[in-house]
């Protein structure tokens, strides 16, 4: 396909869909960068190998899988014109995104509690990769909420329908993606830690 050809809206369309990949891209080179580092790292001799990361890590695993299948559950209604469905679904996704942000920072107040720390005497790298690596993936749900937030008032304003979902699209494309980030990040830092 010719990526010249077709209207403006068309070429704007796949402008923006590249714009949102080069972003993932360029996100999973930070990441790949945080974990190359945790690869390298871990054999140093200060390495913890026996701290179990928290239950509110876990836990907001769980959230954020249900909140990519409720993303999915609001597109498919609005491509069925069910609209009171979608914004239940869109607001659940956004309230189980909103949780599992707390539910990110009940991990650290669980590290907290078991005495380790981002910095200072009761820190060590292990501890310091997890609260960088959790962090970094907050800001990255924070900045997918306010691309929710404005899907769902995009939604409110009827702009969406079964033909043209594009900032719905994208907004979910980025949603799945920092799902499925937290799922590895979880795995790879529970079993290499």
Known sequence: MDLTQGTIKEKNNRAKRMMMYFGIGSLIMSFAGLTSAVLVSRKREDWMHDFEMPQAFLMSCIL??????????????????????????LLLTFGLGIAFVLSQFEGFGQIKNSGYYLTGPSSNVTMSFIYVIAFAHILHVIAGLVSLLVVIYNHFKQKYTAKDLLGMQLSATFWHFIDILWVFLFLFLSYLV
């Open 64 to 89: 954020i899988v249900i909140s990519s299948v409720t993303f999915i559950l609001a597109k498919r209604a609005i491509k069925n014109n069910n609209r009171s469905l979608a914004t239940v679904m």
